[in-house]
């Protein structure tokens, strides 16, 4: 497989990310039943997501093998709230990231970590930062091969 980790191309590539946002939506539904599975759900959030990209320092990025889009990630820039250091608070911030089924454990995964974080050094921040779901432990074995490690967590509590 040769792999090669290129800009998002939105005429090109749209079809691609509306089913990379679906095949997501659909992995994380089996362990956290909140994620809509209507067909607007991939159109609403990628409008969302390219607003977020435009106001937020973003770039998109996908993962072509063979001549075949495999998976995508979605970099932002963010800055935490005023009670964190200055020199802390803008960080990177990975806000998608996705591999298409039958694509995975082959270093995919990975190289559009490391697009995310060249990105990152060269806006010339110091951190980066990846969200993922408690029950994604998958998820979480990987990033931790990358690196990242917990910062913060959030509970929950159904009334």
């Known amino acids: 497989m040769s792999l090669r980790i290129r800009d998002f191309d939105a005429a090109a590539d749209r079809e691609a990310a509306l089913a990379f946002i679906m095949g997501s939506q659909e992995f994380e539904h089996a362990f956290e039943p909140d994620r809509r599975l209507d067909p607007a759900v991939a159109r609403e959030h990628f ?6 990209v435009d106001s937020h320092q973003g770039r ?3 993962a072509e093998a063979d001549g075949r889009v ?12 005023v009670f964190v250091t ?12 996705f591999v298409a089924a039958g694509m995975r454990g082959a270093g995919t995964g990975r190289a559009l970590i490391a697009a995310c974080e060249d990105e ?9 930062m990846i969200g993922l779901l408690t029950e994604n432990r998958r998820a979480a074995e990987i990033y931790a091969r990358a690196g990242y490690r917990p910062y913060a967590s959030e509970l929950r509590k159904y009334l």
Request: charged letters at 30%; aromatic letters at 10%.
């Open 86 to 97: 200055e020199a802390e608070r803008t960080h990177g911030y990975i806000a998608e990231l």
């Open 47 to 52: 409008a969302a997501l390219r607003e977020r």
């Open 120 to 128: 990152a050094r060269r806006l010339g921040l110091r951190q980066i």
């Open 70 to 81: 495999i998976g995508w990630a979605v970099f932002l820039v963010e800055r935490k709230p």
């Open 60 to 62: 998109m990025f996908v």
